[in-house]
């Protein structure tokens, strides 16, 4: 599986011209996305409206560009301001048909990587649906006051208020082609009726924020990486910088890998790199690397390894940076909905 992202990656992202290979591909997937869509938005088709309001931080692109984290905080941030977000999510490999309320504690392989994370990381009510308007009913009964969605975007049977695209300001959109050319959803035009585009990894510069525009702005946001904490028994904090001057083991199973490990490398470790694929079910076999070096890995991977971890496994929590005035516009944003709505 990772051998396959390996390939897609290079295929998506490299400056080749093999992926013009797949283009017939990509214009069938381009149409019938695109008169899905107007479907929806003509009424065609109906979309399931919820009581509360609702808020989709989403990719126009497959694989990680940190919306999770861009979730998390502003959940955890709406919270401090005495509003009760639900968060919304399809689960990847979740072993349901129907809605599910998800905890700290729910078994991964039943509701997915992700949901346990949020879960763990905001103590909020999380649900796992595949239809995604179902597990919004779900948390409507929860005593919510707005729904934020964690993926999406293009799940256009649930109503939206408010829309956030998470870009990676390395990777961009790829070569900007769509599915299976490219690593594009829906095309770069749909950026343009979005409200909010966020530049995950981009510094404060008006060149990198003019590349990709949203209908109402275009911000900043940085991964900040936290103290380590151990996910063994006892689940300690340590600093980062105490693992500076030996070598770690730095392993990552989510959409791009590299930018974990470029995160390590800036804080000074000396990193032996282990990628495995997105979303992958880990094993005590996949850690045999014959000696008892330290093992550092996204809250992601870490709750997928708590059965079996020993002193060597730590977790490295990221925080979300904004601007203040950026970050407090799009939490005055979306507070004002709530307000509006209730």
């Not at 996949?286 to 550092?296: E, H, K, N, S, V």
Request: aromatic letters at 6%; charged letters at 25%.
């Amino acid at each position: 599986m990772r051998a396959l992202e390996r390939r897609l990656n290079a295929l998506w992202y490299g400056k080749g011209s093999a992926s013009l290979l797949l283009a017939p591909l990509s214009t069938i997937f381009s149409i019938v996305t695109t008169f899905r869509r107007s479907f929806y938005e003509r009424g065609w088709l109906r979309a399931y409206r919820a009581s509360v309001p609702v808020v989709v931080i989403g990719n126009l692109s497959v694989g990680g560009t940190g919306k999770s984290p861009l979730v998390a905080h502003v959940a955890a941030t709406l919270a401090r301001r005495g509003l009760r977000p639900g968060i919304l999510l399809r689960g990847y490999g979740a072993a349901v048909r129907g809605p599910r309320r998800v905890s700290a504690d729910t078994p991964v392989d039943e509701v997915g990587d992700e949901a346990v994370m949020l879960a763990a990381a905001t103590g909020l009510p999380v649900v796992v649906s595949p239809e995604r308007s179902a597990g919004a009913r779900l948390l409507e009964t929860q005593g919510i006051d707005l729904i934020l969605c964690d993926d999406g975007l293009q799940h256009y049977a649930l109503a939206r208020d408010f829309e956030v695209v998470v870009i990676d300001a390395v990777r961009g959109l790829g070569n900007g082609r769509l599915l299976p050319a490219g690593p594009l959803r829906e095309g770069p035009r749909r950026l343009a009726s979005v409200d909010l585009v966020v530049l995950n990894g981009a510094s404060d510069t008006q060149a990198e924020r003019s590349a990709w525009r949203g209908r109402e702005a275009t911000i900043a946001m940085q991964l900040v990486p936290q103290a380590p904490r151990g996910i063994g028994p006892g689940g300690r904090w340590q600093s980062l910088e105490q693992f500076v001057g030996a070598p770690v083991h730095a392993v990552a199973g989510i959409g791009h890998p590299e930018r974990f490990f470029a995160t390590l490398r800036a804080a000074g470790l000396t990193v032996m790199e282990h990628a495995f694929a997105d979303h992958h079910a880990y094993s005590a076999q996949d850690f045999t690397f014959g000696d008892r070096l330290p093992i550092l890995m996204t809250t992601k991977d870490a709750v997928k390894c708590r059965a079996f971890a020993d002193e060597r496994f730590w977790e490295l929590p990221v925080g979300v940076r904004l601007l203040p005035d950026e970050g407090r516009a799009l939490i005055d944003r979306i507070d004002a909905l709530c307000r509006r709505k209730g």
